[in-house]
């Protein structure tokens, strides 16, 4: 009995969840990478454009904000380090760099639209081709890099609802040290990304009622086990299938009016 009262409470508090996932399109008018590049102690900063898409789900009645997927691409950026009599040296991105999830879907509560994944797992791909000339040059040399980034870091960000269209910015910042010919070269900056897309309709309110009769009863119970594990009729958790979750769900939610 206290397992299924556990069972159901549990289940009941998870029912009601109205996370609408959506994939949105970066405007890359408004997203950016800006970057820094050192080396031999100079700095040059400079920015580049941003393509692609995020994938993330929110949920209106409760605030939080899941995050499934994010693929981006980073659009060309040149460096110029300037050493004056000493020469210098000239860095490319090339376009084509991607940013691209590396993580499960995970889901935090947002304040105001405002949330922060702590831990964001992310691969950037990308190649950095350098000339150095004088005696820079000579120090930095010439050639092409292959930069591969794999690590994990916090973003953050806030989301904005208008009628059925969801607008999602978010900042993922970047700090990477790689060797260049002996030599120390830092990439420091962040990928800040406005996205925006249709929410779908959210899941029903009332999840238990299966037969849509405005209660949750024996009827719902018996669609549940007409349906089990044949096809997803009783499905009332949405995982999908009908199974003993699905009971679970009707039965915490016994009696109720939907």
Same mark, same amino acid.
């Given at each position: 009995m206290l397992l299924m009262t556990a069972m159901s409470t549990f289940v009941s508090g998870s029912a009601f969840a109205q996370m609408q996932d959506l994939s949105a399109t970066v405007n890359p008018s408004q997203s950016s990478l800006n970057a820094c590049l050192t080396?031999?102690?100079?700095?040059?900063?400079?920015?580049?454009?941003?393509?692609?898409?995020?994938?993330?789900g929110i949920d209106q009645s409760t605030g939080d904000v899941k995050i499934d997927n994010f693929s981006l691409t980073v659009g060309e950026i040149d460096w110029t380090l300037d050493a004056g009599?000493?020469?210098?040296?000239d860095a490319t991105l090339q376009n084509g760099a991607t940013a691209n999830y590396a993580g499960a879907p995970q889901t935090v509560t947002s304040s105001g639209g405002d949330f922060t994944f702590p831990v964001v797992p992310f691969n950037l791909n990308?190649?950095?081709?350098?000339?150095?000339?004088?005696?820079?040059?000579?120090?930095?040399?010439?050639?092409t890099e292959l930069v591969a980034i794999t690590e994990s870091?916090?973003?953050? $960000?806030?989301?904005?609802? +208008?009628?059925?269209?969801?607008?999602?910015?978010? &900042?993922?910042?970047? @700090?990477?040290?790689? !060797?260049?010919?002996?030599?120390?070269v830092l990439i420091q900056g962040g990928?800040?990304?406005?996205?925006?897309?249709?929410?779908?309709?959210?899941?029903?309110?009332?999840?238990?009622?299966?037969?849509?009769?405005?209660?949750? $009863?024996?009827?719902?119970? +018996?669609?549940?086990?007409?349906?089990?594990?044949? &096809?997803?009729?009783? @499905?009332?958790?949405? !995982?999908?299938v009908t199974n003993f979750s699905d009971i679970s769900v009707v039965l915490s939610e016994w009696g109720s009016d939907c």
């Open positions: 080396a031999i102690d100079i700095t040059d900063c400079q920015s580049g454009s941003i393509n692609g898409s995020l994938n993330f009599f000493l020469g210098g040296v990308g190649t950095v081709d350098y000339n150095g000339y004088g005696i820079a040059g000579i120090i930095i040399g010439s050639g870091t916090e973003i953050s $960000g806030s989301y904005s609802i +208008s009628g059925e269209i969801a607008t999602v910015t978010v &900042s993922l910042p970047i @700090d990477y040290l790689f !060797d260049l010919s002996g030599n120390d990928i800040t990304v406005v996205a925006s897309g249709t929410l779908p309709p959210p899941p029903p309110l009332c999840p238990a009622d299966l037969n849509n009769d405005g209660q949750v $009863g024996f009827s719902d119970l +018996s669609l549940i086990l007409s349906a089990w594990e044949a &096809s997803d009729a009783g @499905d009332a958790n949405g !995982d999908g």
